[in-house]
């Protein structure tokens, strides 16, 4: 007969293996060789006499039963460790681990600015900041909080607004603009390379206007299909076309003249930026603490 009993160490690898599907990344997060974090999965998976995960030598996946481990153990896991948490820090103040979930501009332009506050105010606490594109699923990916847009944050969350506006720019430097003239319109990029964004799921991102409540999405045409921001304005400053970015992510070099933006009517601000987080009955110390700050932050700016 199987043995029941399963220590936080054998969950806490199973989370993590599914949040990065790779045994490699997985072990780095948990500071743990991949040998030991292969033996404690198969050790829990002998335990519970089925397979969690589908393994090949280049990709890592759920299987039906990993996926329900994770709907309904995750979630537990995260009571659990919060309870411990509020016990541990009941008189020695907030500590443990914050996990949070963001997309880079937002993690940049954001949510950076009240990590470090927190960092200072709360020694004990360490902040796991994961940055990625992809739209997950906070809870059954063991995060705490997640940042996006307030329209893209799932129903049964609480959501405390950061006060920070989306806005898109299209922009270029002046000697391709010197050279191939500036668009007065979204139609008038199809005369222009563009970079392609390549979005986490493989997808192409269409480049988004609106004006007066017209709304266009375009699929551009260029030489170069990237998947990272820092990458796409090294090309753009090559004035070999056109880019798309979150607006933050280019007002530095807009505000020194190495990019001059176009189609600026096009692109109004668009949903603020907010913290999510699911409703538990026990939340962390950590959790409230860095909850009440980026409220206390969002009165007071």
Same mark, same amino acid.
Request: hydrophobic share 45%; proline share 6%; charged share 20%.
């Given at each position: 007969? +199987?043995?029941?009993r399963?220590?936080l160490?054998?969950?806490?690898?199973?989370?993590?293996?599914?949040?990065?599907?790779s045994f490699?990344?997985?072990a780095?997060?948990?500071?743990?060789?991949?040998?030991?974090?292969s033996?404690?999965?198969a050790k829990?998976e002998?335990?519970?006499?089925t397979?969690?995960?589908?393994?090949?030598?280049?990709?890592?996946s759920?299987?039906?039963?990993?996926? =329900?481990? =994770?709907?309904?153990v995750?979630?537990a896991l995260?009571?659990?460790?919060?309870? =411990?948490d509020?016990?541990?820090?009941h008189?020695?103040?907030?500590a443990?681990?914050?996990?949070?979930?963001?997309f880079?501009?937002?993690?940049r332009?954001?949510?950076l600015?009240?990590?470090l506050?927190f960092m200072?105010?709360y020694p004990?606490?360490?902040i796991d900041?994961?940055? @990625?594109?992809r739209?997950?699923?906070?809870?059954?990916?063991?995060f705490d909080?997640?940042?996006r847009?307030?329209n893209l944050?799932?129903?049964?969350?609480?959501?405390v607004s950061?006060?920070q506006s989306?806005?898109?720019a299209?922009?270029g430097?002046?000697?391709?603009?010197?050279?191939?003239?500036?668009?007065h319109?979204?139609a008038?990029l199809?005369?222009?390379?563009?970079?392609?964004?390549r979005? +986490?799921?493989?997808?192409i991102?269409p480049?988004h206007?609106?004006k007066?409540? @017209?709304?266009?999405?375009?699929?551009?045409t260029?030489?170069?299909t990237?998947d990272?921001s820092s990458?796409a304005k090294a090309v753009?400053? @090559?004035?070999?076309g =056109?880019?798309f970015?979150?607006?933050?992510?280019?007002?530095?070099?807009?505000?020194a003249?190495?990019f001059?933006r176009v189609?600026?009517d096009?692109t109004?601000?668009?949903?603020?930026?907010?913290?999510?987080?699911?409703?538990?009955?026990n +939340?962390?110390s950590?959790?409230r603490?860095?909850?009440?700050?980026a409220r206390?932050?969002?009165?007071?700016a």
């Amino acid at each position: 007969m +199987p043995d029941p009993r399963m220590s936080l160490n054998e969950l806490d690898a199973v989370m993590a293996v599914a949040r990065r599907c790779s045994f490699r990344q997985a072990a780095i997060d948990l500071d743990i060789s991949t040998t030991a974090l292969s033996h404690t999965i198969a050790k829990l998976e002998a335990s519970l006499e089925t397979r969690l995960f589908n393994r090949t030598t280049r990709s890592v996946s759920l299987t039906d039963a990993g996926e =329900l481990f =994770l709907q309904h153990v995750g979630p537990a896991l995260q009571d659990l460790r919060a309870g =411990l948490d509020a016990v541990r820090s009941h008189n020695a103040g907030p500590a443990g681990v914050l996990r949070i979930n963001a997309f880079a501009t937002a993690a940049r332009a954001a949510l950076l600015p009240l990590v470090l506050e927190f960092m200072r105010r709360y020694p004990q606490v360490h902040i796991d900041l994961v940055t @990625e594109g992809r739209l997950v699923d906070i809870v059954a990916d063991g995060f705490d909080l997640g940042v996006r847009a307030a329209n893209l944050i799932p129903s049964d969350m609480i959501v405390v607004s950061l006060g920070q506006s989306q806005r898109y720019a299209v922009v270029g430097t002046p000697a391709y603009f010197k050279v191939h003239g500036r668009p007065h319109t979204p139609a008038d990029l199809l005369k222009h390379p563009c970079l392609r964004i390549r979005l +986490p799921n493989g997808g192409i991102y269409p480049w988004h206007f609106e004006k007066n409540g @017209e709304t266009t999405r375009l699929d551009v045409t260029g030489p170069l299909t990237l998947d990272e921001s820092s990458v796409a304005k090294a090309v753009v400053q @090559e004035s070999v076309g =056109l880019g798309f970015f979150m607006e933050q992510d280019v007002i530095p070099e807009i505000e020194a003249g190495e990019f001059e933006r176009v189609l600026e009517d096009w692109t109004p601000p668009r949903d603020n930026l907010c913290l999510y987080y699911a409703n538990r009955r026990n +939340p962390s110390s950590a959790l409230r603490a860095f909850i009440d700050l980026a409220r206390a932050n969002l009165v007071n700016a």
